[in-house]
T-cell receptor, first 112, second 109 residues
Framework: DAGVIQSPRHEVTEMGQEVTLRCKPI?????LFWYRQTMMRGLELLIY????????DSGMPEDRFSAKMPNASFSTLKIQPSEPRDSAVYFC??????????FGSGTQLSVL | LAKTTQPISMDSYEGQEVNITCSHN???????ITWYQQFPSQGPRFIIQ???TKVTNEVASLFIPADRKSSTLSLPRVSLSDTAVYYC??????????FGKGTMLLVSP
């Protein structure tokens, strides 16, 4: 298995632009998680899905952030409009219920 | 959720044993202790999990005293490639999703 696959690896955009981050979880995993990592706040859980249904989005910072999981093999995290303070590394992770987390390599987002 | 406290950073040299202690004074009866490791430019990866006493695998050992209010991750004979951030998580099985800031371990030649 290729593991959790995230794209793009790096994203540089200008303030106000829409940003879409993508994630392909490990096949057979029924939980998917989006995290954000910054030096100041560490690794924060933004939202997670179970069987494609959002379960807890309390970590989503504001309405500019949205996440979808249209099927078991794909999820997106969208920021619209983006702001410089959104600059961070965004990680996607997946797991089977009751098992450990598997993380992707992350997307380094820079908003200028 | 049990709150965890770890040192912000630690320094070591190649070949030494490193012990990272995590305090979790309000750990619940059903809680497990799980450690993840994060290398630069990568996502965290699972290292080890335990409930009590000692657990050992090919990467590390985890020591948990009888009162379970703390735990120690032990890395034998570290190398430069062990430089990473180490996270201690406490919760029911693998359900804990809160990572905190972790401990930055720097291994020098």
């Amino acid at each position: 298995d290729a593991g959790v696959i995230q794209s793009p690896r790096h994203e540089v955009t200008e303030m106000g632009q829409e940003v879409t981050l993508r994630c392909k979880p490990i096949s057979g995993h029924d939980y998917l998680f989006w995290y954000r990592q910054t030096m100041m706040r560490g690794l924060e859980l933004l939202i997670y899905f179970n069987n494609n249904v959002p379960i807890d989005d309390s970590g989503m910072p504001e309405d500019r952030f949205s996440a979808k999981m249209p099927n078991a093999s794909f999820s997106t995290l969208k920021i619209q409009p983006s702001e410089p303070r959104d600059s961070a590394v965004y990680f996607c992770a997946s797991r089977v219920r009751g098992e450990k987390l598997f993380f992707g390599s992350g997307t380094q987002l820079s908003v200028l | 959720l049990a709150k965890t406290t770890q040192p912000i950073s630690m320094d070591s040299y190649e070949g030494q044993e490193v012990n990272i202690t995590c305090s979790h004074n309000n750990i619940a009866t059903n809680d497990y202790i799980t450690w993840y490791q994060q290398f630069p430019s990568q996502g965290p990866r699972f290292i080890i999990q335990g409930y009590k006493t000692k657990v050992t695998n090919e990467v590390a050992s985890l020591f948990i005293p009888a009162d379970r209010k703390s735990s120690t991750l032990s890395l034998p004979r570290v190398s430069l490639s062990d430089t990473a951030v180490y996270y201690c998580l406490v919760g029911t099985g693998y359900s804990t999703l809160t990572f905190g800031k972790g401990t930055m371990l720097l291994v020098s030649p």
